[in-house]
Structures are given as structure tokens and as C-alpha cells.
């Protein structure tokens, strides 16, 4: 199992869009993933969860994997969130 | 019985038709449990209707073309990531299978529970997802209940009335024939309203009788302009909508012959006359009616419900391509204005700004983002090689900020000229005045521009600090206010201090009835959306601009709303 915090740097958080594309990332790993902030721990695999978590700019979560290819899933859900989400130029 | 029921006209049109009611998915059962061997069964039963609620949405999602694919596509595709989530599904399995709930109680507890933590958000934007999750599920629970029958009937001839309609399914019934809509909720400012005025689908939003008076099947009149609903109507009605029906007819084919006419006031003043617009189609039309140019084309559609910021060269083709539409007429490019009320679906705005329309948008968010507004300033450049093209800059308060786009502006012409990429030999830049700071001060930094477009809709809302879009301020929001009128003729006034051309492209200058208004404050140039743009030229060729200067002092003069009225219906009279 692997864990990580990760920062949300992009402007908005993870608004609608952004828990979107993570969700669609993750959804393309066997790793179970799992997204904890603000004393919730939820699915980051589940639209709803992530939605729930309701992380805003500044704050940041943490992401943990467990699978066989958690190492993959870790380090696109990573990139994902230093992109920004794409959302910004 | 015949009954008239009064709402809120939201899209202009007249429609008879019969009913088609539709109450909302209110998920307000008794608990329900299942015999044990009934599980399997039920669970199925969920499944199909999951699956169908699926195959709606991507179906809605295939039939969305142009813009209102990208602006709707993205509320479809988290309404998919709903119905597809692992959580949600697994907790209505469970709700199923160990606690022997029939499927519609299960969607109510796993809804209840999930609403039970959204409500606790301390945070709106995040809380609204609710709607969505209310969305999803009453899709889900609409599939459990559906006959084999529905839906194949089509909508010919048909008015719905219902809660609410949301955006995709009002394109979406449009295309089944659908004659008109009569919500309980909504705004005539709503997404909603806003597509029907495009599909010029006759709406009526606001109309809180509507559901308990209207029975499926009842005859209907819709008077979308007055918001008036008449439940089985009397031969009076009937007779009423011939009448007024064959008026509208009659209108459109004298607005038909009004698109070769000159703008020209009785006096034989020359008034301008642009258009909002953007999309091909609406290019195309306001060429067709003899606009005189573009005096407002929105940057946001290009940016509107999108995963990525589009690059340079796309908004390059889509300037370019605005340019020669307009054959040689001057096009208004206004840099993006994303705000309070377009961020939801923008990606790019902040959403969790606690007061959004004070806030960073428009050129303050472009200055925040310098690469993304170089981007759009390089592409209007670009575009001005093939046309004349006027840049606009939204939401300006200070002088320093209008510099410091203009500096920008002028050291990217010089350095695309230095490349010798072709830009246009005049560079015309000019800002919207909406804020009533810009609007005080157009004197103190007219020399830094070359013409000023006036957004009437933030200056009013801004004015009066009143949101045009809060329903319980229906009364307040209004742009007749004496303090809109004096302030409007001061800034018409500096601007001819100055000698600024000046041109109104808010909601005002679109309607026709206050087109006296605006000429006697000072106004002599005006963008409309094309679809009002007939019925404003007719109402200035009506106009006499000698005589309502001379009523202007009494204008001023009004102490309220009603004096303004009485103004106009005097000017109207005369």
C-alpha cells in the first residue's frame, strides 16, 4: 500500500470537474484508492465520495492505493493534481 | 373550467396546445421491504432501470450539437460518473439485498443519506451538488416507473408543465415538436430560459399554480411574452389567441421588411444598430438584417464547458472566422468575462469566492492570468489582418487596469508585426462600463480609448445591489430606476465630451419598448441580440429624436419607476 499527501494547488479545489477527471483516472487502475481530508475518508474511486471531501484550494489530502499497480495509479493521481487538473493556462 | 394562471413570461410565443404534466420525482414513500426470495428480482429490476436512466443520458448527449453540446456535455458527463459510482451503487445493492428494501426506498435512503451530508457543506458551491445527485436519482426512479408506452409518443402538439426542466432536456423536447413549457420554479434569467429564447420555445416560468390546476391532457393557452397560462379556454380565449396569433404573424412579415430599411429616427437621424452575437448562425443572421458590425462577440463560448483553456489558434479560427462573416463590418471582441454567473461551467473562474460578483472576474481575472489573456490578445490581433476588429476589455474600475491591458495589447502588435505574422493597420481598443466607478469617470480615461460599450445588466445589478437573478428582488432589479436613467445620461454625456463613440450592449438596448428612453438620455448607438435587432430598428424609425431630446429634462426628472413609465407611455401617446 502506498500513501501519500498531496497538495491542491489548482484554484478552485476539487470543484465538479476536477473530482471528475480524478475519478475517471483512477477508475482505469486495479488499485483500490482511498482520499482522506478534513477527518473524512472516502473512496477516490466513487464520484460521490470525492465530491463529499469537499477539498478547496489550499488544503491538501491525502491518497492512499493498494493493488497491483499502485505505483501507477499514485503517480498519474499525482500528476494529475501538479497539472492542476488541466484547468488552467 | 377555464382558468388563467399568472407566472412569468420567459420566452416570447404563443401556443395552444394540450397538457402534458410531469411532478417532480418527490421520493416520499413508506418504508417498503421485500420477501427474501423477491431480492433477486429487485435487484434486476434496479439494474434495468440504472441502465436505462444510462442510456438516456448518453443518448441526450448524442444529440447535443454546437454550443450547447460543450455547455451542457459536462453536466451529462457527471450525471454518468453518478449513476456509475461504485459507492452509490454498491450501497443500493446492499440497501437491497441485506435490508429487503424495494429498489424506490433504497434510492430514497442512499439519497436521504447522501443529501443528509451535502446540506452539512459549509460551502454553496459544493452543497448545489446536491441538485445533481437529485438529478441522477430521479432519472433512476422515473425508469422504474416508466410504461413500455412513454415517451414513444413524441411531444407533437403538446405543452409540458412541470417543476422545473433543466437545459439538456428543454434542447432535447424542442427537437420532439414540443410547442411550449410552463414551470412552477425558475427565472426568466435561468440557463433554461435563456436555450428557450434561442429555440424560440414560447416558456413560462413562475407559474406557482401550475402543477395542482393543470390535469394531463387539459387544453392550454401559453402567452409566453405575459406569462399567462389559460387552463381549458373558453371560446373568448380562443378567440383572443386567433386574433393575437395572426398580430404576431402580421408583425413578423413587417419586421421582414424592415431588414433593407435604414436605421433611421423620423427626423432622419442615423442611429447604429449592432448585434450580439458569437455562434455562425448568429454571425450570419445579424449580416442578414443589415447590422452594422458585431458590437459584442463573447469570448466565454469558446472557453464554456470545457476540460481545456482553448489555445491561440483555435480562438484565432474562431475570431478570424466571426471577421469574415461580417464582410468587412467592424467585429467587437470582448476578452473573456467569466464571472459570478458563468463560472459553473467554465473551469476557470473561482467558485469559492464567498461574494463572486464582487470579486476576481472579468479584466481582473484576465490580469490575474496574463498567458491566457496574451493568448486572446495575439489571436484578436491576428484576426484583425482579415477584417476590422474592436477589442473589447469587460469589468474595468480603474484607470491603471485599462493601461495595463493596453500596454500588453500594443506591445503584442508590435511583436507580431516584428515576426511579420499580418495584424490590422489600426489597433482599436475601447472598455464595457459596469461599473459605476467606469461609469462616473469615462472622462478621466477617455484618452486612453477609442469607443465604450455599456454592459447594462452588471451596471444596473451594481447600481442598485440588486441581483438580477434573485428571484425575491423581482421588484427591485429594474433598469428604470431614476439613479439608472441620470447616470446613463451623464455617461452619454462625458462620452460626447470626449468624443467617445459609446454603445449599449446590455439587455436594455435590446427591447424595443425603451428604445425612447435610451435616444433621449444620449444614446445614438445600440447591440442587440438578432433576435431583437428587427424590432429595435422599427422602434427608432418610430422614434423622433428632436422631440424626445426636448423630453428629456422631464425624464431626469422622474422621482420613480411609475414616473418613467407614465414618461413613456406619454411619449408613446404623442
Known amino acids: 500500500m502506498l500513501e501519500r499527501q498531496i497538495p491542491v494547488v489548482n484554484r478552485l479545489g476539487l470543484h465538479a470537474r476536477a473530482s471528475a477527471k480524478l475519478v475517471q483516472l483512477l477508475a482505469g487502475f486495479k488499485a483500490q484508492a482511498t482520499l482522506v481530508g478534513a477527518g473524512r475518508e472516502v473512496n477516490a474511486k466513487s464520484i460521490m465520495g470525492v465530491l463529499l471531501l469537499a477539498a478547496g484550494q489550499g488544503s491538501s489530502v491525502t491518497l492512499r492505493t493498494d493493488g497491483p499497480d499502485e505505483a501507477e495509479a499514485m503517480a498519474a493521481a499525482e500528476a494529475l493534481f501538479a497539472r492542476r487538473f488541466d484547468e488552467e493556462s | ?574
Open chain 2, 1 to 574: 373550467m377555464r382558468r388563467a394562471l399568472a407566472g412569468v413570461g420567459a420566452s416570447k410565443g404563443l401556443a395552444l396546445g394540450r397538457a402534458r404534466v410531469r411532478h417532480p420525482h418527490v421520493l416520499t414513500l413508506s418504508e417498503e421491504t421485500i420477501a427474501p426470495d423477491a431480492v433477486a428480482a429487485e435487484l434486476e429490476r434496479l439494474e434495468a432501470a440504472m441502465q436505462a436512466a444510462r442510456d438516456e443520458l448518453s443518448g441526450l448527449r448524442d444529440k447535443l450539437q454546437g454550443a450547447l453540446a460543450q455547455e451542457i456535455g459536462e453536466f451529462l458527463e457527471l450525471h454518468v460518473l453518478i449513476l456509475d459510482d461504485p459507492e452509490l451503487r454498491a450501497g443500493l445493492r446492499d440497501l437491497v439485498q441485506t435490508g429487503r428494501y424495494s429498489a424506490d426506498y433504497a434510492l430514497k435512503l442512499q439519497r436521504d443519506r447522501l443529501a443528509a451530508v451535502f446540506m452539512a457543506m459549509d460551502n454553496d458551491y459544493f452543497r448545489t451538488r446536491l441538485d445533481d445527485l437529485d438529478h441522477v436519482i430521479g432519472r433512476v426512479h422515473a425508469a422504474l416507473h416508466r410504461r413500455p408506452d412513454d415517451g414513444q409518443l413524441g411531444l407533437a402538439g403538446e405543452i409540458l408543465v412541470a417543476d422545473d426542466i433543466a437545459p439538456a432536456e428543454l434542447a432535447e423536447l424542442s427537437r420532439q415538436q414540443l410547442l411550449a413549457v410552463v414551470t412552477r420554479a425558475g427565472s426568466p434569467l435561468s440557463h433554461s430560459a435563456i436555450i428557450a429564447r434561442g429555440l424560440h420555445l414560447p416558456m413560462i416560468v413562475g407559474c406557482s399554480d401550475a402543477l395542482s390546476h393543470v390535469n394531463d391532457g387539459d387544453a392550454l393557452v401559453v402567452d409566453g411574452r405575459e406569462g399567462l397560462l389559460v387552463v381549458e379556454p373558453d371560446a373568448d380565449d380562443l378567440a383572443r389567441y386567433r386574433v393575437t396569433r395572426a398580430k404576431i404573424e402580421k408583425k413578423r412579415a413587417q419586421l421582414e421588411r424592415l431588414k433593407r430599411a435604414p436605421t433611421r429616427t423620423q427626423d432622419g437621424f442615423d442611429i447604429g444598430l449592432h448585434a450580439n452575437a458569437e455562434r455562425r448562425e448568429e454571425i450570419a443572421e445579424a449580416l442578414a438584417l443589415g447590422a452594422d458590425g458585431v458590437g459584442l462577440f463573447r469570448t466565454e463560448f469558446l472557453f464554456m464547458g470545457r476540460t481545456q483553456v482553448p489555445d491561440e489558434d483555435e480562438q484565432f479560427h474562431a475570431y478570424r472566422d466571426a471577421v469574415l462573416g461580417m464582410a468587412g463590418r467592424p467585429v467587437t471582441l470582448r476578452t473573456l468575462d467569466l464571472g459570478a454567473d458563468k463560472a459553473d461551467n467554465s473551469g476557470l473562474a473561482l467558485r469559492n469566492e464567498p461574494n463572486p460578483a464582487l470579486g476576481l472576474r472579468g479584466v481582473r481575472l484576465s490580469l490575474s492570468r496574463p498567458m491566457l489573456l496574451d493568448a486572446q490578445l495575439r489571436a484578436m490581433l491576428r484576426a484583425s489582418a482579415f477584417g476590422p476588429v474592436r477589442v473589447l476589455v469587460p469589468m474595468v474600475t480603474a484607470r491603471e487596469e485599462i493601461e495595463a491591458v493596453k500596454v500588453r495589447l500594443h506591445a503584442l502588435a508590435a511583436r507580431l508585426r516584428e515576426d511579420r505574422v499580418p495584424i490590422g493597420e489600426r489597433i482599436t481598443f475601447g472598455v464595457m462600463v459596469e461599473v459605476p466607478a467606469a461609469a462616473l469617470t469615462l472622462i478621466d480615461y477617455a484618452d486612453l480609448v477609442d469607443f465604450a460599450a455599456v454592459g447594462t445588466n452588471d451596471l444596473v445589478q451594481y447600481l442598485l445591489a440588486a441581483d438580477r437573478t434573485h428571484e425575491a428582488l423581482d421588484g427591485l432589479y429594474s433598469e428604470r430606476h431614476p439613479a439608472v436613467l441620470r447616470l446613463l445620461h451623464q455617461l452619454f454625456a462625458q462620452a460626447r465630451d470626449a468624443g467617445l463613440p459609446i454603445h449599449v450592449c446590455g439587455e436594455l438596448a435590446a427591447s424595443a419598448p425603451d428604445v425612447p428612453l435610451l435616444l433621449a438620455l444620449g444614446l445614438r448607438d445600440f447591440s442587440v441580440h438578432p433576435g431583437a435587432l428587427l424590432e429595435v430598428r422599427e422602434a427608432i424609425r418610430a422614434a423622433d429624436l428632436g422631440k424626445l431630446k426636448r423630453r428629456a429634462a422631464s425624464l431626469l426628472q422622474c422621482r420613480e419607476r411609475g414616473d418613467v413609465e407614465r414618461w413613456l407611455q406619454r411619449v408613446r401617446a404623442a
